[in-house]
């Protein structure tokens, strides 16, 4: 295969990609109508380690039993899937999906400021400079008129989804730590370890048994479970592999108009003229940090 046709074919897993986690918010919402935030979640994070579990077993693999592997995965799972999930499945019982989706799209800003500003393996140009510039003003836009027009009720909320588009970030250069491993290993490992750290704390807060979930909240927990997580999360490691996380994480740009759309589409959302600038701002800003520059562009053509 040319190496054309190699990034081709990792640009449509990130489409994909994209459009499975789009969607992911609109399940969220209609999950947390009945189910209450930490038993979703917990369920999201059980069906998928199974059903990659399952996968594994079918393809004659075994997962590693080595501690310091499992070690990896439980730190994997708490920034990855335990903390942000949770956040913004409770987030969503106040603010739209398509808001959250527009505030997750923060995720490569994080990703970006802590390689350059932590890590410091990544430059920072006057080009970065503006996109993370652009995407703060467009998160400070939507968060501060909310506030200003009263709605300053949800700020927790918005700041809960922006405290998981940072956990994200962190989970995207802590993943380097698993290169070489199968992509599905760290997928189904992370997420059983983010099912055993949940479900105790499900069975004790939330009392499951007593629960009565809608057919179309247990719909969108399967669907978030099987094609938002777990074939969400083999494609995520993969694209780490081959994308780094910088370019793995620019998909939230792509999510957002789809997430934003599907929203429109299913829960009857509207943006508002605010959110729709803070959109154009978010979306303006991950583009100009993870678009390659011409130069560089050119250098690896050749």
């Keep these: 295969m040319t190496p054309q046709n190699t990034i081709a074919r990792e640009l449509l897993f990130l489409a994909l990609l994209s459009t499975l986690w789009a969607a992911s918010y609109t399940f969220i919402k209609i999950g947390v109508e009945t189910i209450p935030p930490i038993t979703f979640i917990a369920s999201r994070t059980m069906i998928a380690g199974l059903l990659l579990f399952a996968v594994i077993r079918l393809r004659g693999l075994r997962l590693p039993t080595d501690l310091a592997t499992w070690r990896l995965f439980f730190i994997q799972a708490c920034i990855n899937s335990v903390l942000p999930f949770t956040l913004i499945a409770w987030a969503e019982q106040s603010i739209d999906a398509g808001l959250a989706v ?3 799209a923060t995720t490569p800003i994080f990703t970006f400021l802590l390689t350059a500003l932590v890590i410091r ?5 006057g080009r970065k400079l503006f996109g ?3 995407g703060m003003t467009g998160v400070c836009l939507i968060i501060g008129m909310e506030a200003l027009d009263g709605a300053g009720e949800a700020i927790w909320s918005q700041l809960a989804v922006l405290t998981a588009a940072f956990s994200y970030a962190c989970a995207a250069i802590f993943s380097k730590n698993f290169k070489g491993l199968d992509p599905i290993m760290p997928a189904a490992g992370s997420l059983i370890c983010g099912a055993v750290l949940l479900l105790p704390v499900s069975l004790i807060v939330d009392r499951p048994w007593t629960l009565s979930p809608s057919a179309a909240s247990l719909m969108a927990l399967v669907c978030l479970g099987v094609f938002s997580t777990a074939l969400a999360f083999m494609i995520y490691f993969r694209l780490m592999q081959t994308l780094g996380s910088v370019g793995t994480t620019s998909q939230a740009y ?3 108009p789809v997430g934003v759309a599907i929203g429109m589409a299913f829960l009857g959302e509207v943006p508002t003229p605010v959110m ?8 303006a800003g991950v583009l100009a940090m993870t678009l390659p520059s011409r130069r560089r562009a050119v250098g690896q053509g050749g």
């Excluded at 393996?121 to 140009?125: D, F, L």
């Excluded at 729709?276 to 979306?283: N, T």
């Design 102 to 104: 527009i505030l997750n």
């Design 121 to 125: 393996h990544e430059a920072v140009s």
């Design 132 to 134: 993370t510039i652009a």
């Design 254 to 256: 792509l999510r957002v």
């Design 276 to 283: 729709w600038v803070g959109l154009v701002c978010v979306i």
